[in-house]
């Protein structure tokens, strides 16, 4: 009889712990700044007492739905390039919910820094679409029979768009600082101190116009940026072993067909790939250069770190041909916006 008691006891106490603790729901939508829906996008709820995080990604009709979620107080966010962070803090998980209803939180999400990274995007799209057209005609050819890829080539703001936005699967260390980068805005972005950002890894995309100026043994990328030019040798050279890391690394190409394969290892680790995403100095970027006809240029780009990403990021853009552009001198004199971002 004393132990039915206790095991009456027993299963009484689990009871009312599992209705003290148990478990709710959370779903909502997420919309952008025009109050339309916004598909595929991460959503995060960290449990503030365990530290354990949950992950929800929007469907296509924005629409996200957390389930048998611990009871208990939440951080909801979202962190991506695309948008400012939104967060939501002091979300409180309730128990013993009706069953079929959960409780519920939309997300609005307004431009973050992509749009920084590339100005206010609505009106470079409009620019840019008033460009005149990129020239038509065959692939132009050297002497020797290889594709001739110089000219001023320009990068569509919806190519940076989609290169600048990749959301590479990083080591737990990389994710931590991307995650705090985000929130921060990147205010201690290198180009804040007058010193490269991400055209260091891929000088073939970017922004403003990028020269390619190419002969028999040597490629060089003159770059409206801070970094003024890069090297690439074609004389059949190897990658020195004594390399010296540098922003932009020792490149070397050769041809596969009609395609120039370009190899660039040696980079530092102080710069920054994808608009907030660090790497170490075992990065390693191959670059395919392809002339599809006269007036465009794609670029396959793929970054392999296994110290930064679990697996390689290839990104390819298409950039076009800009005849009537020239490079301009650039000078770094941004003294003014480091001062102003470490005032607030």
Known sequence: MRSLAIAICLCWCAFATYGQTGSGSLSGSVYNADHAPVPNIPVEAKNVATGNIYKAASSTKGEY??????????????????YRPFVRKDFRIAAGQPQGQSQHLDIQLSPGLTATTLGELPALF????????????????????????????????????SAFSQEPDLQPWAEAIVKERLLNEARDKPSARCLPDNESTEPFVGLL?????????LLVALIEDVIAAHQV????????????????????GK???????????????????????????MLHVVTRLRRLDLGHLQIEATYDDPATFNKPVTTTVVDVLAPDEEMDEVVCENNQYTEHVNAK
């Open 255 to 281: 041809w596969d067909g009609d395609t120039l394969v370009i190899d660039t290892v040696g980079f530092n680790d102080k710069s920054w790939i994808f608009v907030v995403t660090p790497h170490t100095g």
């Open 65 to 82: 739905k957390f389930d048998q979620l611990a009871a208990g107080t939440y951080e909801i966010s979202v962190l991506m390039i695309l």
């Open 209 to 217: 116009p990028v020269k390619i100026v190419q002969t028999r043994g």
């Open 126 to 161: 409009e620019l840019f679409s008033k460009r005149p057209p990129p020239p038509k005609g065959p692939t132009p050819r050297t002497p020797d029979e290889k594709p001739d890829l110089s000219g001023v080539w320009m990068t569509p703001p919806s190519y940076l768009l």
């Open 233 to 252: 040798f074609l004389d059949g050279r190897s990658h020195p072993s004594d390399l010296e890391p540098t922003w932009m690394g020792h490149s070397v």
